[in-house]
């Protein structure tokens, strides 16, 4: 198989054929027709965006036999020996190997001399900003009185490096990065010109891996015609190119939206054995959720390059995450990728990621948590809570689920998403959360059935209680949270408590009515509470300390203080974000 070199031969000869750059090419185009051609040009602009090419075809315009014009022949000796390299009058230097000053006098002795056989004798010098300060110096003195007929074009992908003295003296011409979509456009004609079978995917990938640049997304494709000969597929694409499927992205977020650890721990293994560079995939994943946040902010995938198909996948894919989570997600990724360069163990820091990603709740804002709890504290007065409905919230019926949720998911994660709607419905001043499912309950007077409800599902909701409990009577719930729920059968909750927690048992045994009413409210489930003494394990850093202090009728606080902060932080496992 012959290697193309496509950016050789589809190189453009014409200005016409210059791929995005039409501010420039139109500008020189009137320049050579009006005959007011500067002494001067500075291109700058990212690599492989066309600046050679333009000075080439600018000289080849102004030197060709039957020019000066703006279509050169490209078949006169003059434009010929351009073309080649080999002309006489056109001088092509490379400013990073020939910077100092010796050259630069070089050149100012051969510009003693009149152009050999051309109207202009043309200096196109790349990368121009590696030259020494001495051999800037000596150009300057070129440029104050530029003799006849030579014209300099300067090209720089780092034009703050030229000093202003120099680049005050030239006409400047700002080059961009080509767009993906003219880039796919450019390849595509490539392709069909040269017989290559290629699909839109692919052509996506290789153009997205330009960054820009026409020439890398020629050499891309070139690259990819000799690995997969005339008919270049995705799947061979993604593996000669050490490409992120995006594949395994989606399965990122399905992981994240079903909450499933173990199969993101997975994901991690599969990208480690498949030998994938991990700051790849973080780089790759940090753009997938910002194309789920492009597409859900702008109800739209007009921003997005990617695929009819995979535009699609976000669209749904956008319905179901929120806005901050998607931050969090890509602010997350960004750092680990950062992290990881650092790291003596770099894959435990990106299962890490993964698992933190999975499991990162819900995001509310700060401000609206708290004013939800302030809610909860101004609207539960005891002489209400009689009153207050059985609650609606029955985690046993999951129902209406919205699509791509597991319908397998665990109840006590079911219960943690709602814990705002929890909080929000003893508050009437507040709307209910994004996730309402209101649905009747079926017998309210049969408080005897038994109902199915976990352990975990009361673990998970047990600092919730005990909050709650403390807007009733803070002593209380200091001894309720001495013990811990440890097993529920037939309806009875059995919190245990240590052997030597007689006391706080006797406490919450005469307020058993409270608390049973408080765990239905939550829980949606009638239960009654049983306390047993034995082991308990020394873990006690998730627990709220009552604040014995604070009067209990005492007027909530609106100011948000750092440690009211940290108390809602800490009872929602949250992080305060930016
Ligand atoms: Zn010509």
Redesign the pocket.
Known sequence: MSYLVLARKWRPVQFKEVLGQQHVTTTLENAIKSGRIANAYLFSGPRGVGKTTIARILA?AI?????PTIT?????S???EITESRSLDVFEIDGASNRGIDEVRNLRENLRYPPNKSRYKIYIIDEVHMLTVEAFNALLKTLEEPPKNVLFIFATTEPHKVPATISSRCQRFTFKRMSIKRIVEQLKKICDAEKIAIDEESLLTIAKKADGSMRDAESVLDQAFSFCGNEIKYENLIELLGIIDSDLLFELSDCIKTHDIQRALTLANNIFMEGYDVNEFLIHAAEHFRNILFTKATQSVAQLDVSEILAQRYLKEAAEFQEEDLLRYINLANETEYAIKRSSNPRLKFEFALAKMVKMDSSLKLSQLIERIDGLQRNFHPVSFEKAPISNYQPQIIKDQPAGRSQNRPQHLLLADRKSEILASFSPTVPDGPNQEVVPVENKNETQKVTMVDIETIQSSWELIIETIRKQKVALAAFINEGKPTAVDNNILEITFRNDNGFHINSIMNNKILIEKIINQIIGTPLHIKCVKGDLPMDNTTSITADTNINESAPVDRKINDTLIEEVVAAFDGEVIG
Not at 72 to 76: G, M
């Open positions: 080849k030197n060709c036999e039957k020019g050169p022949c490209n078949q006169c003059n434009c010929i």
